[in-house]
């Protein structure tokens, strides 16, 4: 198992190599300079000297093979360089903001299960019942409705009209509410078709047949054994879900103003801010892959054939 | 279902049911402390901006934002409406005959907002710096005429050009680079360029609080030299979405929301509509232009281009669009700002039938059953480029392109992002373009310096102009003169003649937008578009 760890922790290196390649290339297949797209952020009218300036500063005048092995040197020692808009380390204000997304994202995660997992678990148990219908157009609605709409809808309702949570903005509990709500109904949606998918294809194996002609009581069968080992996929898909988390945030966090990444990500976008860029781009790849590294682990612990199928591989 | 099951699940219900009312009267508990303490207001302005207020560098640009330096920092002159300049911290000011030396005389007792005197060794210590890195603000003209600064006595600052620039005593009442850093903010190198220590100021507010994308509070200064402020703070929330901002006003965590396109023109109708607030509609401050490359061919011929202004409806255009909140423009620079009052233009109307003459005249003829005009086997096609975020562009461009359709034009509307648009513009890579001119305080020196230069994109548009070398040669003498007539006469024909050879059309007059809660008054908007509004501004108690 240690060694299967350290291959996958090992296949980080190629797709952090890749995923610079493609940043740094970005550069060059974009129509817009980003010396020229600073300068009209800033204001300022683009003359030939600033321009030329701005470009030796921004290390865009040096030959692309250069830039990229420059751009992977400095990303071993954390040095996403500096921020064209704010002229500060990147590295620092990715840092800064982190927090705060992490706080909304851990907030949908433990929504999303502590709705999902009885949810979709009574759904596939009572088949047919009105749970399972609920649960359903739960994710019907989970899954069709766009999230900066459900959001916008929401403050509507339970901010305005209602005056229960504020609009906007981070510090308070309260706050964190509408917002980790928006994020978790698609996941809520998704974990709970999964979940109920899986109990149900589970309930037709044969150790149920063979727990109940052991007399074992319905409740031990249905927690002990058909939750946990059907739960297997959710965990998959949840660990999916951590790198599109970070990425779903980025709509969430504009429209409650939530100072996190995702929302310093899109300045930076529109500012053709290209170190930011590309320093969520490497954020988002090694937690894509962290996450699905995890979930392998949680896997082999929840369900030990996994571990056991591993072992006959090798 | 047996008595035991049923009995389960009201107790489940109902304990579900307890859980969710002690949670939301625990939520609206927190939210009537919020709003007690919003009762007792403590004369605080709210407002929404859609970025983070930035670091406060008076002598840098991106982050920071224009309407917030200008709360901190001042100018030595100030714009004024009309293009009226007026004394702040220079009370008073000689321009040498040659119009190349400026002597200003500081307004003594100003202090910083630590304390420290505001004289003209400060001033000179601002300039050098900011001289430094004169590229990058080549932009503003005068930064790179500059030869000399010299403190000739405490209160008395000479600054010596290299040639006379009109547009110099203007230029100095932008709100960036030209502001004064007070000597406790200068870093030990005495670089702003990569950073302050601290934002000190002689304006009427001294920032309070600042969390990067949250919030900045910004004080009154007791201490201020001029009229001090009613309100006692100003807050400024980071809000970047539109709609969320018109939530939180409508909930009435804001006093107000202002500014260009913070909110969209249909909300601000909609707003407006339900009475229960004050709303302002600000002077022009820019002309929404169509820019045509006279490069290409069908461009080049100066009917085609008057043909394509003949054939759309300005009014009915403006008012659909834009809710009647942008006024029909028939002048390609307001008239509100300095010597553009007395342009004698060529008025186009709306005229169909004199458009497809003029289509006629230039060889574009319709052929039978056809529903585009062709010349030599060619379709008289062109594309119109606009950025694809901004609403206004793209409903204009689609009424473009109906309204030409019947003169037998086709029009193809491109839409891109704004970066996009601006490479492309100064590529020379479009047909027409949306262009609008930068406003008080630099206009209209800086839109001529612009037409002029080569790289913005207009002078190539202008370039089928038969007079264009004239054009350029009077647009590059107007700073140059010292004589205010004669720079009056320049800036009416150079004005008229681009205007009327139809490569600039002006479509209409954008203005800023503000609505406010009933208990604000006295807002008003700023001359120069870059200051904030705040002064004068109460809220009632």
Known sequence: ??????????????????????????????????????????????????????????????????QYVKSIMKICQLDFGISYVSNKPVWN??????????????????????VSVPLGFLAGVKKGSVIDHFSRLLSFFGASIPTFWLGYILVFFFSVKLNLFPVEGIGTWQHLVLPSITLALPLIAMYTRLLRASVLENLQQPYVLFARTRGLKEKTIMTKHVLRIAISPMITGLGMNLGKLLTGTIIVESVFSWPGFGRYFIEAIFNRDIPVIQCYVLIAASLFILSNLIVDIVQMYVDPRISRKEGQHR | MSKGKISLKIKLASMFILILSTLLVGCSNTNNRES????????????????????????????????????????????????????????????????????????????????TDFNAEIVKKNFDTILNNAELHSW????????????????????????????????????RPVRFLGEAGFPKDGDTSKGIVKPVGTGPWILEKYKADEYAIYKRNENYWGELPKLEKIKVKVIPDAETRVLAFEKGDLDMIYGEGVISLDTFKQLKSTGKYETSVSEPIATRQLVMNTKTEQLSDERVRQALHYGFNRDAMVEGVTSGLEEKADHILPTNLPYTKDVDITSVGY????????????????????TVREKDGKLLEVELMYDSAESIQKAMAETLQSEWAAIGVKLNIVGVELADQVQRFKDNK?????????????????????????????????????????????????????????????????????????????????????????NVTNFNFPANRDENPFTGISIKQ
């Not at chain 2, 983070?52 to 008076?58: A, C, R």
């Not at chain 2, 003029?358 to 060889?363: I, P």
């Open chain 2, 430 to 518: 479009f047909d027409i373009n949306f262009f609008s001119n930068y406003g008080a305080p630099y206009d209209p020196h800086t839109f001529l310096n612009i037409v002029a230069s080569k790289g913005f994109g207009f002078n190539e548009a202008i370039s089928a102009y038969p007079n264009k070398d004239e054009l350029i040669k009077q647009m590059v003498k107007v700073p140059q003169t010292t004589d205010e007539k004669e720079r009056q006469q320049l800036y009416s024909s150079i004005l008229k003649s681009l205007q009327d050879q139809g490569a600039i059309i002006p479509v209409s007059y954008i203005k800023k937008t503000a609505i406010y809660q009933k």
């Open chain 1, 93 to 114: 204000e990715v840092i800064y903001r982190i927090p705060a997304t992490v706080q909304l994202a851990i907030a949908s995660i433990l929504i999303a299960v502590f």
């Open chain 2, 351 to 370: 005229d169909v039938e004199k458009a497809k003459t003029l289509l006629d005249k230039a060889g574009w003829k319709l052929p039978k059953g056809k």
């Open chain 2, 140 to 175: 503003l003209g005068f930064i790179t005429k500059v030869s000399q600064t010299e403190v000739v006595d405490k209160n008395t600052f000479k600054l010596t050009l290299t040639e006379p620039y009109y547009p110099t005593i203007q230029e100095l009442a932008v709100v």
């Open chain 1, 1 to 66: 198992m240690g060694n299967y760890i350290l291959k996958r922790i090992m296949s980080i290196i190629p797709v952090f190599l890749l995923a610079a390649l493609l940043t740094t290339g970005m550069i060059h297949l974009s129509p817009v300079d980003p010396a020229e797209a600073y300068l009209t952020a800033a204001h300022i009218q683009p003359t030939d000297e600033i321009l030329a300036q701005k470009r030796h500063e921004f290390g865009l005048d040096q030959p692309f093979f250069i």
């Open chain 2, 36 to 115: 007690t303490s919003k009762g007792g207001h403590d004369n605080m302005l709210t407002i929404a901006w859609p970025r983070d207020v930035g670091e406060m560098n008076p002598h840098v640009y991106n982050p920071s934002q224009l309407f917030a330096q200008s709360m901190v920092y001042e100018p030595l002159v100030s714009y004024q409406a009309g293009g009226k300049i007026k004394p702040n911290l220079a009370k008073s000011w000689e321009i040498s005959e040659d119009g190349k030396v400026y002597t200003f005389h500081l307004r003594e007792g100003v202090k910083f907002s630590d304390g």
